[in-house]
């Protein structure tokens, strides 16, 4: 007698092999993901009275934080994923209700949901109206992300295997088109367990990499290395990157979906390190979603910024905006290119 068994289910393919090339991006998923902020946005902007205050006087962001003593960051992101949702048009940088906000979200008229929506409040709706209310991120409950990884090594690998499993698909597309002939020696910083470093170190065999982040990161890292068999070429390195120092003399120093954790000046003080980290022929990679005029109407890209003031109390910058932080910081020739879903590679080197 044969019996039949459930075919064992097939390994999952490394980042940066050739499966990956024909494998659609990562949008869906991006866009699943960020609807989860799409309730809280609307609740909050009912509760604290924007769109009937905005159908009364039309304004922009400073006006409209300004006279309901809201952080302008946290209004602006605000704004910007209603406009994104349907919920406001915006004209000469002032926003007004659109016709859907006008029948269902002004209190007083026969339709209005405010009820409704007061029955999906939830914590994540506490978390944006503080953010709005006050520009000072949630992280969990009230308590900041990177010191609650800190105190729970629960929370911190539960986040790092999240990371790795966010990033292993944009880390293999940017390894199939980043030209790395002649660089041997990249430092990934805030680098998670070294999803990037290990898919770039997989396509160029002659590289060697180094991914410094918080020790929590410490015990998944090294599985996946040794898994991965490149523990020989990627080093991990755990530190406190804004006060640990940096090996100096790379080739190439990239920040993937770290910029955006943080404010200008945190900012600053990456990229200044980054500078002096580099060789004088160097090159700095920063890898994130760029928002450009088109994303700015995507709900998915407007509602990460939001995810992202809410978690870190970070942004997403425009090219503009990071070319102006890369210059203060001594770099130059600034360029972006395309590489994968939402994301974008930035490329600059010292000036
Ligand atoms: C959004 S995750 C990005 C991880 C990885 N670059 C990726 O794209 O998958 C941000 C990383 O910053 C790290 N981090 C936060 N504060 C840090 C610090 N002070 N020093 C070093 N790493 C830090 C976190 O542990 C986390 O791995």
């Known amino acids: 007698m044969t019996t039949s068994r459930a075919p064992a289910p097939p390994a999952p393919s490394p980042p940066g092999t050739p499966a990956d090339a024909a494998a659609p991006d990562?949008?869906?998923?991006?866009?699943?993901?960020?609807?989860?902020?799409?309730?809280?946005?609307?609740?909050?902007?009912?509760?604290?009275?924007?769109?009937?205050?905005?159908?009364?006087?039309?304004?922009?962001?400073?006006?409209?934080?300004?006279?309901?003593?809201?952080?302008?960051?946290?209004?602006?992101?605000?704004?910007?994923?209603?406009?994104?949702?349907?919920?406001?048009?915006?004209?000469?940088?002032?926003?007004?209700?659109?016709?859907?906000?006008?029948?269902?979200?002004?209190?007083?008229?026969a339709r209005y949901w405010g009820?409704?929506?007061?029955?999906?409040?939830?914590?994540?709706?506490?978390?944006?109206?503080?953010?709005?209310?006050?520009?000072?991120?949630?992280?969990?409950?009230?308590k900041g992300i990177w010191e609650t990884h800190g105190r729970s090594r629960r929370h911190g690998e539960q986040f790092t295997r999240a990371m790795h499993a966010h990033s292993a698909a944009p880390a293999a597309a940017l390894a199939a088109q980043l030209d790395l002939a002649g660089c041997a020696a990249l430092l990934e910083v805030a680098g998670g367990v070294g999803t990037f470093a290990m898919a770039l170190a997989r396509r160029n065999p002659h590289l060697k990499a180094t991914v410094l982040d918080l020790p929590v990161v410490e015990r998944e890292a090294h599985r996946l290395l040794a898994d991965a068999d490149l523990a020989d070429r990627v080093a991990l390195r755990t530190?406190?990157?804004?006060?640990?120092?940096?090996?100096?003399?790379?080739?190439?120093?990239?920040?993937?979906?770290v910029l955006s954790d943080w404010d200008d000046e945190r900012c600053r003080t990456l990229l200044e390190r980054a500078r002096a980290a580099l060789a004088a022929d160097g090159r700095l990679l920063v890898h994130?979603?760029?928002?450009?005029?088109?994303?700015?109407?995507?709900?998915?890209?407007?509602?990460?910024?939001?995810?992202?003031a809410v978690m870190t109390g970070g942004r997403l910058r425009t090219l503009p905006e990071l070319t102006a932080l890369l210059t203060a910081a001594g770099f130059t020739d600034c360029a972006a290119l395309p590489v994968y879903g939402h994301y974008a590679l930035v490329t600059a080197r010292p000036a």
């Open 115 to 142: 009820p409704m929506l007061g029955l999906g409040w939830d914590e994540r709706c506490t978390a944006v109206q503080q953010v709005v209310t006050t520009g000072t991120p949630h992280g969990y409950r009230g």
């Open 288 to 308: 994130q979603v760029l928002p450009d005029d088109a994303a700015r109407l995507s709900p998915t890209v407007t509602g990460y910024s939001l995810a992202l």
């Open 239 to 257: 530190g406190d990157m804004f006060t640990d120092p940096w090996p100096h003399g790379q080739d190439r120093v990239l920040f993937a979906d």
């Open 26 to 109: 990562d949008r869906l998923l991006m866009d699943t993901f960020m609807s989860q902020y799409r309730l809280p946005a609307v609740a909050v902007a009912d509760r604290l009275g924007l769109f009937a205050a905005l159908a009364a006087a039309p304004s922009d962001v400073g006006a409209l934080a300004g006279a309901h003593g809201l952080d302008r960051h946290g209004t602006s992101v605000l704004l910007e994923f209603l406009a994104a949702q349907g919920y406001l048009a915006v004209h000469g940088g002032r926003y007004r209700p659109t016709p859907s906000a006008r029948a269902f979200l002004l209190p007083g008229s």
